[in-house]
């Protein structure tokens, strides 16, 4: 099986049929009568397909930006925090700053003396606004629009993270877009599909991805900033406007529309600015040294 391949079946499909099967397989009333473990079951959906793929297709983790893989279990224990009790806002927060002090702490040893605090900082500081931010409207609103705002904003990320032609950060990506595609298909089918729960499971993976992925670029002479490869994750925000007023009164698929399709803008926007900002500078002479992580051994 050639690279593309394996990418395809592991990254893509398998998420999907794993996610597909937890969602589908149980029957719907009594999956309605559990909504504690339906919430368990989509969370699952989203932590579990990516380690598998990931194993399946680069072998066991034997580099540092391998760590990546540790985002899901990051994922996961933030998910439990949102789970483990009665819906409370703080604990949303409380998973949100979890989640990103654990990330940061593990990706903190990749990044390279050069790079700034703030620079370091940033990408946590996304993962806890992003999953205190959704993880609300994942709570109020059980429907398609949480998921699909989620597959939406990890396309934007895959793409533009493939863009840099960082492949392996796009691969890592994959497993969460496809299993955020499936719930929020079969939830627009009417299958009883908890979204509590998903939002702080694949926050980390998603955009601690884009931050590894920038990382590469800036050693290779990147001309933008790092906040931008971090916009299409954290555009999933947007798909509050299904709570404005005047998007209330409209039909709900007028509603979910309009969400995604304000997320979607935002990432193509993003996208589009890493293209212009590197245009700007391909003309420029640089120099750079590879970071630890990206050399080989020997180098």
């Known amino acids: 099986m050639d690279d593309i391949s394996r990418h395809l079946v592991y990254g893509v499909l398998l998420p999907l049929c794993v996610a597909s099967a937890a969602v589908l397989l149980p029957r719907g009333a009594w999956l309605r009568a559990r909504t504690r473990l339906a919430s368990v079951i989509g969370m699952a959906a989203v932590a579990v397909p990516m380690p598998i793929a990931f194993a399946l297709i680069n072998g066991s983790p034997s580099e540092k930006w391998e760590r990546l893989i540790a985002m899901t279990l990051v994922g996961a224990i933030a998910a439990s925090v949102v789970l483990c009790g009665k819906d409370r806002q703080w604990r949303a927060w409380a998973a949100g700053m979890l989640a990103a002090a654990t990330a940061t702490a593990i990706v903190w040893p990749i990044f390279q003396p050069a790079d700034t605090v703030a620079e370091r900082l940033l990408p946590g500081a996304c993962i806890m606004f992003l999953i205190a931010g959704l993880e609300p409207l994942a709570r109020r609103d059980n429907g398609a629009v949480v998921p699909i705002s989620l597959w939406i904003a990890a396309m934007g990320t895959g793409i533009g993270v493939l863009w840099m032609g960082q492949l392996p950060f796009a691969a890592a990506v994959a497993p969460i877009g496809a299993s955020m595609l ?52 954290v555009a999933a925000l947007a798909a509050w406007v299904v709570r404005v007023p005047w998007v209330k009164r409209r039909q709900r698929w007028m509603q979910c529309g309009l969400g995604w399709l304000a997320v979607a803008l935002i990432c193509a926007g993003a996208v589009l600015g890493m293209t212009l900002l590197d245009q700007q500078g391909s003309n420029q002479d640089f120099d750079y040294d590879l970071p630890d992580f990206m050399r080989m051994p020997g180098d």
């Not at 499936?182 to 884009?210: E, K």
């Open 182 to 233: 499936a719930l929020g298909v079969a939830s627009g089918f009417g299958r009883p599909v908890a979204t509590r729960g998903i939002v702080a499971a694949g926050a980390p993976a998603l955009l601690m991805a884009s931050a590894l992925a920038y990382l590469w670029m800036s050693a290779l002479g990147a001309n933008y900033p790092i906040g931008l490869t971090l916009v299409p994750a």
